[in-house]
């Protein structure tokens, strides 16, 4: 193993114990609702969750299908399909870096078609990924160190999905991505490009005006 190697695998291991830790916290203080998680309001919630359940369908979801959601919180997406949508997939997978949040989501939701698990990594397949808002507060103040991470973990998600991926970003028009003072990342273009491109396959950029300084990706195997 690599000098590269190790030093990768250190880091991620420190970003996800700050990741969990934070998520964790704030699930104590505020409970299963939006603002546990860094929503702005349940609101902008909902819109994100359908822009990104009418991009799965896009991608031609179909009952037999499965889906794993990479950060799923405190199940508010499956939620969110049981109430808005009304479908489930033939399986659905919520993956999360928080004990506390996987454990709630494990007493509300007891059925043989839904999973929670408390995972660093993922390491089995689905038909759709979908990763919401799960990379959009850093770790770190470095850019160049989150976007590593961010990048290589959905690399390694998408080489787990048969069908497609969908994920979300806040955005910048600037020529380099930021972290703001709150710890807020933004993805600059540039570098969006540079993951698409990294990841292959076929990607619609879907925007809201609704939703100001946000783009959900849908990427397709071809």
């Not at 949508?85 to 928080?98: C, E, N, R, V, W």
């Not at 273009?189 to 100001?212: H, K, T």
Request: hydrophobic content about 40%; overall charge positive; some cysteine.
């Amino acid at each position: 193993m690599s000098i590269k190697t190790i030093q990768e695998k250190v880091v991620n291991r420190i970003f996800n114990k700050r990741i969990a830790s934070l998520y964790s916290s704030r699930f104590r203080k505020y409970g299963p609702a939006p603002f546990s998680v860094l929503w702005f309001n349940r609101e902008r919630q909902l819109k994100r969750f359908e822009i990104i359940a009418d991009g799965i369908f896009r991608a031609g979801f179909t009952p037999s299908d499965t889906i794993i959601d990479f950060g799923c919180g405190y199940g508010a997406f499956l939620e969110f399909l049981h109430k808005y949508k009304q479908f489930l997939p033939a399986h659905y997978y919520g993956i999360d870096l928080s004990t506390e949040m996987i454990s709630f989501c494990q007493r509300k939701y007891r059925s043989k078609s839904v999973s929670f698990l408390k995972k660093n990594d993922l390491d089995f397949d689905g038909g759709f990924s979908v990763i919401s808002g799960a990379f959009g507060r850093a770790a770190t103040r470095d850019v160049s160190l989150w976007e590593s991470y961010v990048f290589s973990n959905l690399l390694k998600i998408w080489s787990h999905t048969k069908k497609a991926m969908v994920f979300n970003f806040q955005y910048t028009t600037s020529s380099e991505s930021k972290i703001s003072i709150d710890r807020i990342y933004y993805i600059s273009l540039n570098r969006l490009f540079d993951v698409l491109e990294a990841i292959g396959g076929s990607s619609n950029l879907i925007y809201d005006r609704s939703i100001p300084d946000d783009i959900t990706v849908i990427s397709r195997h071809v």
